[in-house]
């Protein structure tokens, strides 16, 4: 029975899933779930994630979300999964656990609390709470520069491999977000001060191309109309 992933590729953790099966060959049903327009609220989708989010995988009887979950799990079920994405030695795993333990209360919450304030509450006429937008900034900066001189210190890729695992894939999609979806402006101010990072976006590009460009051709597309959309709401506004 094919596996049937649910997702969306405005979504950070689905486009990691994406990669992922398009890299390693595995053969996969694409079901969009446009978080945009709320599908991922549905009863028809409540039942298959009660936790209305994407990705999910269901896999025969077998239902799964959250992305590092899945990602494990692909890795361990099918044996043409090439060993650099989830290492078989005890440490190497464990150090790619501990990366993937650090990204979602860091890196990700930071990413996602300076979308909503200076993407998503614009766009929908909703007035940004400065000091929520302040934190969320500084959580994100605090994150990157962990990224930048630590978790980038020793390699090309996380915790000093020299090819990209799952947890490169998780924490790439998170940045490519910031780098679509902010301003110019914005995104130069937060983003360039990390030429580990930038470097790292860029190597991962190239290791997993041509399936990079590929699934983030949809934020590509959508990331430019919402920049232009908010260029013009601010010109209004002035």
């Known amino acids: 029975m094919t596996l049937k ?50 990705p999910t995988i269901v896999d025969g009887d077998f239902t799964l979300f959250e992305s590092h979950a899945i990602l494990i799990y692909l890795s361990c079920k099918y044996p043409g999964v090439a060993s650099h994405w989830y290492p078989s030695d005890l440490i190497e795993r464990a150090k790619v656990h501990s990366v993937l333990d650090w990204h979602h209360a860091n890196l990700r919450r930071g990413s996602v609390g300076v979308i909503i304030n200076n993407v998503m509450l614009p766009l929908n006429g909703v007035p940004s709470n400065p000091q929520a937008a302040e934190e969320a900034e500084k959580t994100l900066e605090k994150a990157l520069t ?55 976006v860029e190597d991962t590009k190239s290791a997993t191309a041509p399936h990079f460009e590929e699934i983030h051709g949809v934020l590509f597309k959508t990331g430019k109309e919402l920049r232009e959309q908010l260029a013009s709401q601010s010109g209004k506004n002035e």
């Open 5 to 54: 992933v649910y997702c969306d590729r405005m979504s950070q953790p689905s486009r990691a899933i994406l990669i992922f099966c398009k890299m390693n060959g595995i053969e996969f049903e694409e079901i969009t779930i446009n978080i945009l327009k709320g599908e991922q609220h549905t009863p028809e989708y409540k039942v298959i994630n009660p936790m209305c989010q994407v």
């Open 146 to 200: 962990v990224l930048e001189t630590f978790w980038l210190k020793d390699g090309p890729f996380l915790v000093g491999r020299s090819q990209p695992s799952i947890a490169d894939l998780n924490l790439v999609s998170e940045v490519m977000e910031l780098d679509q979806l902010l301003s110019k402006e914005l995104r130069d101010r937060i983003l360039s001060p990390y030429k580990k990072v930038l470097q790292w």
